[in-house]
């Protein structure tokens, strides 16, 4: 059974940090193109970082550029998103997802990917 599942959520404070990972099982993450997303209360979710399957590119939502960096380790079967310089509007559950021989990280963000993990909650809170 192929799943993906988050952790690394919290409460952090307004400037801090949090690295979420996302652990494949069932498959191995050779020859998919990976993705966090967010979904705020009230807000449609928005695709925030994502690594084409090649790894040869890499999308970043402007609301998270030069702050989050996004990384894959294939060996762990899992892939990180580090969140540095958190703020308030940073607070949302954060979901993963794959996609198989994806190759355009900007349309896979956009679009959605193909498999979904539950979701893991960051509040960014004083």
């Known amino acids: 059974q192929e799943q993906l599942v988050e952790s690394g959520g919290g409460l952090v404070q307004p400037g801090g940090s949090l690295r979420l990972s996302c652990a494949a099982s069932?498959?191995?993450?050779?020859?998919?193109?990976i993705g966090w997303f967010r979904q705020a209360p009230g807000k449609e979710r928005e695709g925030v970082s994502c690594?084409?399957?090649?790894?040869?590119?890499?999308y970043y939502a402007d609301s998270v550029k030069g702050r989050f960096t996004m990384s894959r380790d294939n060996a762990k079967n899992t892939f990180y998103l580090q969140m540095n310089s958190l703020k308030p509007e940073d607070t949302a559950v954060y979901y993963c997802?794959?996609?198989?021989?994806?190759?355009?990280?900007?349309?896979?963000?956009?679009?959605?990917?193909?498999?979904w993990g539950k979701g893991t909650l960051v509040t960014v809170s004083s």
């Open positions: 690594i084409s399957s090649s790894e040869g590119s890499t």
């Open positions: 997802g794959t996609e198989r021989y994806g190759s355009d990280p900007e349309k896979e963000c956009y679009y959605g990917m193909d498999h």
């Open positions: 069932g498959f191995t993450l050779d020859y998919y193109a």
